[in-house]
């Protein structure tokens, strides 16, 4: 259900367009794993690839998980407007390539992007249709055990993404919809019904 709009305003999305969605969660709740598993399923579903100056994991490629660049790359991407938005995260930059996401809703296509708490705020800012989705986990106890889990990080980088994630996690009211991160497959459903709904 949408909330009705304010009174004297008209809503901002005709009804059977499609539109932005926008997941966030602290990290290590398990955003990438969602959206892989819904893309495994879906692959016709278009994800946004994001320019970040964080080095590459193993098994990350050059233009699947992210465009990897340097700080110099990076600057030159704001400088030229070339990023919806941008934010830095535990360390290192992160932001969405603006063309790629204008010419897909141009054509009528639904766009996922997959961004942390400050480019959500900007994403709502810039584009008020946006829908933000915010993934939660269980429990505190449960987002440390699979954020230490993963094993992807060193313990100075875990401190500070909890240390991030108590910000990201106390933002949840300022999304539309929350989604808890029980099942995997539960929570891909949810978020499929929420990108292909107009
Ligand atoms: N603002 C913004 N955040 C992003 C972007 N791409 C990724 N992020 C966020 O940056 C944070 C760190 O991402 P990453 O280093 O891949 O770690 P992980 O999410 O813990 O696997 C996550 O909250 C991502 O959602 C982007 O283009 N813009
Ligand atoms: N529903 C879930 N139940 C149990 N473990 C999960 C679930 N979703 C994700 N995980 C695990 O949690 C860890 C962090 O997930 P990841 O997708 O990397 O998080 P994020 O992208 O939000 O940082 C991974 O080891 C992943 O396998």
């Known amino acids: 259900m949408e909330a009705a709009a304010p009174r004297g305003e008209t809503p901002a999305t005709p009804v059977g367009r499609p539109r932005l969605t926008v997941l966030s969660g602290p990290s290590g709740v398990g955003k990438s794993t969602v959206v892989a598993h819904l893309r495994r399923a879906h692959p016709e579903l278009w994800l946004s690839v994001s320019a970040t100056t964080r080095a590459p994991r193993p098994g990350e490629r050059d233009g699947v998980q992210y465009f990897f660049v340097d700080d110099a790359g990076f600057d030159k991407l704001i400088a030229n407007g070339e990023l ?90 300022e999304f539309d919809t929350t989604l808890i991160n029980t099942s995997v497959e539960h929570v891909s459903a949810e978020l499929l019904a929420l990108v292909s709904e107009s």
């Open 84 to 173: 919806l938005e941008w934010a830095e995260f535990a360390g290192n930059r992160y932001g969405t390539p603006r063309g790629p996401v204008l010419r897909r809703l141009e054509r009528g296509e639904p766009v996922l992007l997959e961004i942390d708490l400050q480019g959500a705020r900007q994403v709502r800012a810039a584009m008020p249709d946006a829908r933000l989705v915010f993934l939660a986990p269980p429990s505190w106890e449960e987002l440390v055990r699979r954020l230490t889990g993963r094993g992807t990080e060193p313990p100075e980088v875990i401190e500070r993404r909890l240390a991030a994630a108590r910000v990201e996690l106390a933002a949840e009211p």
